[in-house]
T-cell receptor, first 115, second 116 residues
Framework: DVKVTQSSRYLVKRTGEKVFLECVQD?????MFWYRQDPGLGLRLIYF???????EKGDIPEGYSVSREKKERFSLILESASTNQTSMYLC??????????????FGEGSRLTVL | AQKITQTQPGMFVQEKEAVTLDCTYD???????LFWYKQPSSGEMIFLIY??????QNATEGRYSLNFQKARKSANLVISASQLGDSAMYFC?????????????FGDGTTLTVKP
């Protein structure tokens, strides 16, 4: 069974703390993505990666960074958490465009609360 | 830039009836993919159906069909014979196909409630 696994389902952090959200996929996908989901705003793309050590900014990268040292692992980092980063974070992966339908495979999500 | 618009924040449907969830999109790319995902209250995102921009026929997957009208830039999801388990949030998405990663843009979602 193919899988995208996010390290934590629920986290509570304090303002100013450094936060790591980890995502691992076992499908040998080239492309990995971090989205945040907020009510009424859909899913917004934070960062994505199309290869090891390659990363690109999405639509809302401010306050975030990412790391992809291995193909299967894509980490989202909040250097100094703020209350406006309280959200649901979704990791997803997929194949190279054109190889197949290219649907996203999602992790279960990480709900982060920053106090 | 790509944009997805879902104009129905919430929809209600009677069990066993059909329902259409609206989605319009905007892009200047000639090649793209259109997707619908379902998110139940448990939170996981489930892929439902895909339509390629060059596909001549509307996509179907069981009770799901995608009404693709390219000239109008619409990709509505039709769910036939609604079931209580169809109650969920539904997202329309579009994926780039001419870039390295092929990132996807999502609409704001439609919450569907199926009434018994």
């Amino acid at each position: 069974d193919v899988k995208v696994t996010q390290s934590s389902r629920y986290l509570v952090k304090r303002t100013g703390e450094k936060v790591f959200l980890e995502c691992v996929q076992d499908m040998d996908h080239e492309n990995m993505f971090w989205y945040r989901q907020d009510p009424g705003l859909g899913l917004r793309l934070i960062y994505f990666s199309y290869d090891v050590k390659m990363k690109e900014k999405g639509d809302i990268p401010e306050g975030y960074s990412v790391s992809r040292e291995k193909k299967e692992r894509f980490s989202l980092i909040l250097e100094s958490a703020s209350t406006n980063q309280t959200s649901m974070y979704l990791c997803a992966s997929t194949t190279t465009p054109g190889r197949d339908t290219g649907e996203l495979f999602f992790g279960e999500g990480s709900r982060l609360t920053v106090l | 830039a790509q944009k997805i618009t879902q104009t129905q924040p919430g929809m209600f449907v009677q069990e066993k009836e059909a329902v259409t969830l609206d989605c319009t999109y905007d892009t200047s790319d000639p090649s793209y993919g259109l997707f619908w995902y379902k998110q139940p209250s448990s939170g996981e995102m489930i892929f439902l159906i895909y339509q390629g921009s060059y596909d001549q026929q509307n996509a179907t997957e069981g009770r799901y069909s995608l009404n693709f009208q390219k000239a109008r830039k619409s990709a509505n999801l039709v769910i036939s014979a609604s079931q209580l388990g169809d109650s969920a949030m539904y997202f329309c998405a579009m994926r780039e196909v001419n870039t390295n990663a092929g990132k996807s843009t999502f609409g704001d979602g439609t919450t569907l409630t199926v009434k018994p």
